[in-house]
């Protein structure tokens, strides 16, 4: 097969467009075959992976920007790190465990910024900019609630109506408004402009605020020694909880009004309804504030099992939300750009025509590394034609 054959186009039946006949439409990932056994239930997948389902709370949502085969590797270095604060704490080793609880996510996520290097070409580096500036106001917070409040390391000693005012609404609402500040200053920046962009700088700034605060809040604790009295199953569904519900559920918080902020400043004003009421600020920015608010009063008043079940089913809702604002954001302003020449797609590794989705795989070229996005994509490999 060495003649180049001529394009076929369809009308895809969602965009309207004419693009290339290929299993993905190029402008907005819809699957162009009628092949119910991949997509069985017919409808558009997530942007960022298109076999799943943009329903599904999947970890897809806090890496994005990865190609399938990495984001395997970082399926398993999450479930690894909660292997490792399970171990600690069964070892009665709780100080050791609170100290990987407070970095795992984090680590996770500065990993997964550092893999797909987004900003490359900035001076300052602006992730290294979010994640100081989470870092130091969590430190900020940790020894603010230890002054207002005294409690131990991720326990809290009686609840009062002082520590529920405090513990359960007054602090976690200045952390919400500190966390979405600091991305807030790079706002104004045109080369900050997607949706995207201001749902990673609120999720880095928010898990580095949380994994930061905890540290400084169990300071005082982490200086009793290795192995402190303690009962190994509080403490280990504790844990659990500290290392991946809670950063979960601030991620998702603040970087899905973050992308609303982003979305009404920076989007073109076609794309300014897509998230509905998401999309408004002034409903995005409260509903943070109550995810984040209920998550501490869920630490107020339930204990052990029923804690973490409330914790992880908040986590999902969060990370439902995350995961809609960031398939918006892959979807911007793909209407306008025109089909372009053949690139090879850093996913599948097919050629596909420069647009928006990979024809073959149906991954958005904007969830790639942005080193291999258009405008940079290296050509197809040698013998592929493009659609
Ligand atoms: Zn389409
Ligand atoms: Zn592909």
Redesign the pocket.
Known sequence: MSEAALPTTVACPDCGYDVPAAPYCVRCGEWLEDDLASHPTARRGFGAAPNESRFAPKLSTLFPQLPRNELDTFQLALGAGVAVVIALALGRLFPLALVAAAVLTPLLLILYLWEVDLYEDEPVHVIALTVAWGAVAGVAMGLLSKEIVDVDAGFVAERTGRTVVWLGIVLPLVGVILMLVGPLVLLPYRKFNDVLDGATFGAASAVAFVGAGLLTHSASYLGTGLRPVGDVVPWTVRVIALAVAIPVIAAGSVGGAAGSLWLKYRAPARDRNALGLLGNPAVAIPLAGALVVGAALIQLYTREWLQLALLVATSLLALLWLRHVIDVGLRQESAEIEIGPPVA?A??G?A?PRHTF?A??G?SLQALPKATRPGRLAPPPAGQEAF
């Open positions: 797609c996913n599948c097919k596909t990979c073959s795989c991954v």
